[in-house]
T-cell receptor, first 114, second 111 residues
Framework: QKEVEQDPGPLSVPEGAIVSLNCTYSNSAFQYFMWYRQYSRKGPELLMYTYSSGNKEDGRFTAQVDKSSKYISLFIRDSQPSDSATYLCAMTRAGGTSYGKLTFGQGTILTVHP | NAGVTQTPKFRILKIGQSMTLQCTQDMNHNYMYWYRQDPGMGLKLIYYSVGAGITDKGEVPNGYNVSRSTTEDFPLRLELAAPSQTSVYFC??????????FGPGTRLTVL
């Protein structure tokens, strides 16, 4: 079983739709949860970051973490064609030799069409 | 600031050849990482470094070597290239566990 599983998609939605992206994980030691966005032929860039359980909102983006279910989500409201990209969830343990060593999901390819 | 820069952008190697992928960051970050990204597989950690002179293996280190003689540079060495090393390689740096800044990647094909 992979440590992090992400719905691979691909996902195609009309402009203005609400998008839901999800990851599940098996390692209860994960404490930091991130969403990266990767445009075609570019490096990933950090979109959202949360620590432990809870919600975090930034503009049209909301990240949710449910540690009891080992499940994280990213919601995109009023999706735009410029949101078309691959979205990668990532997570890491806290402290020690695991510091900063991210475990990534497989990525979900999102296309928002006008 | 240029951030994280990687060279070359593209490279084609023959089986058994060797090469070094260069990575430089100008943010004075202590932590640096090398990942490979295969289609539909996300990113997998090859090696990482917590500071000059200190490196350690990640999830998929076989066939690779690294060195960290300065804070800025973290080259990745491929010895005896194999077709299984065909991938996109990303270097990243950070000053915490929070955000890693990624370079633009090197696309490597081994034929």
């Amino acid at each position: 079983q992979k440590e992090v599983e992400q719905d691979p998609g691909p996902l195609s939605v009309p402009e203005g739709a609400i998008v839901s992206l999800n990851c599940t994980y098996s390692n209860s030691a994960f404490q930091y949860f991130m969403w990266y966005r990767q445009y075609s032929r570019k490096g990933p860039e950090l979109l959202m970051y949360t620590y432990s359980s809870g919600n975090k909102e930034d503009g049209r983006f909301t990240a949710q973490v449910d540690k009891s279910s080992k499940y994280i989500s990213l919601f995109i409201r009023d999706s735009q064609p410029s949101d078309s990209a691959t979205y990668l969830c990532a997570m890491t343990r806290a402290g020690g030799t695991s510091y900063g060593k991210l475990t990534f999901g497989q990525g979900t390819i999102l296309t928002v069409h006008p | 600031n240029a951030g994280v820069t990687q060279t070359p952008k593209f490279r084609i190697l023959k089986i058994g050849q060797s090469m070094t992928l260069q990575c430089t960051q100008d943010m004075n970050h202590n932590y640096m990482y090398w990942y490979r990204q295969d289609p539909g597989m996300g990113l997998k950690l090859i090696y990482y470094s917590v500071g000059a002179g200190i490196t350690d293996k990640g999830e998929v280190p076989n066939g690779y070597n690294v060195s960290r003689s300065t804070t800025e540079d973290f080259p990745l060495r491929l010895e005896l290239a194999a077709p299984s090393q065909t991938s996109v390689y990303f270097c990243a740096s950070s000053d915490s566990a929070n955000e890693q800044f990624f370079g633009p990647g090197t696309r490597l094909t081994v034929l």
